[in-house]
């Protein structure tokens, strides 16, 4: 059963850093595009970054230079390292899986094209919150 597990969330002041989990279990992360995506609520989820199944990773414009998405695959597992963090970035924060190699790099923020989703599996999610 593919299932993915986030944690690391919390609350932070502005300046501060995070730095999120997601351990998957059911697949091969390496084989797979992976997606942080966030959502603040009344509004739609948003990609934030992405890791494809060669590595190649891309981000939103608004976390350029402040976050990075990474993989340890012996633990099977993606991270999100959050620095310099915004009030802004307050939202809940998911991780989800494609469990195809390849990411949307040139639209982050997209989870979907032509009404298709483009993730197949998403966690529960964890609350980042950021105090100014």
């Known amino acids: 059963r593919v299932e993915v597990v986030e944690s690391g969330g919390g609350s932070v002041q502005a300046g501060g850093s995070l730095r999120l989990s997601c351990a998957a279990s059911?697949?091969?992360?390496?084989?797979?595009?992976m997606a942080w995506v966030r959502q603040v609520p009344g509004n739609e989820r948003e990609g934030v970054a992405v890791i494809d199944a060669d590595g190649r990773t891309a981000y939103r414009d608004s976390v350029k230079g402040r976050f990075t998405i990474s993989l340890d695959n012996a633990k099977n597992t993606l991270y999100l390292q959050m620095n310099s963090l915004e009030s802004e970035d307050t939202a809940m924060y998911y991780c989800?899986?494609?469990?195809?190699?390849?990411?949307?790099?040139?639209?982050?923020?997209?989870?979907?094209?032509?009404?298709?989703?483009?993730?197949?599996?998403w966690g529960q999610g964890t609350q980042v919150t950021v105090s100014s």
């Open positions: 059911g697949f091969s992360i390496r084989g797979s595009c």
């Open positions: 989800a899986a494609r469990l195809l190699r390849w990411c949307p790099r040139d639209n982050v923020a997209a989870t979907t094209s032509g009404g298709v989703p483009y993730y197949a599996y």
